[in-house]
């Protein structure tokens, strides 16, 4: 399976940007896809999750601003990312969790992209 990451940029505070996670060679359908980011030398946090189900579920430092949505057609899932803050600044990382349910943890994922990088200016 392999997971490409777009849609990253530079944005002022206050804007919207949305990021795009296309995946190919798997069952797309099936599984659970998350986003997760990581600051300049900070560890790498969950941000949300969509389960094969379409069931969604956010860190609470995005809900309200952050919404999750999986294009079953297009074996993709988009982070439409709103009312951006400068700590919203990091690489964003798109992954995929094979047993559907997804998790705010890392190890339950099984395939990573690249990311893609954020940077929000105040």
């Known amino acids: 399976v392999q997971l490409v990451e777009s849609g990253g940029g530079l944005v002022q505070a206050g804007g919207s940007l949305r990021l795009s996670c296309a995946a190919s060679?798997?069952?797309?359908?099936?599984?659970?896809m998350g986003w997760f980011r990581q600051a300049p030398g900070k560890e790498r946090e969950f941000v949300s999750f969509?389960?094969?189900?379409?069931?969604?579920y956010y860190a609470d430092s995005v809900k309200g601003r952050f919404t999750i949505v999986r294009d079953a057609a297009k074996n993709t899932v988009y982070l439409q990312m709103n009312s951006l803050k400068p700590e919203d600044t990091a690489v964003y990382y798109c992954?995929?969790?094979?047993?559907?349910?997804?998790?705010?943890?890392?190890?339950?994922?099984?395939?990573w992209g690249q990311g893609t990088q954020v940077t929000v200016s105040s």
């Open positions: 992954a995929a969790d094979r047993n559907g349910w997804g998790s705010q943890n890392m190890p339950e994922y099984d395939y």
């Open positions: 060679g798997g069952t797309f359908s099936n599984y659970a």
């Open positions: 969509v389960r094969w189900s379409g069931g969604t």
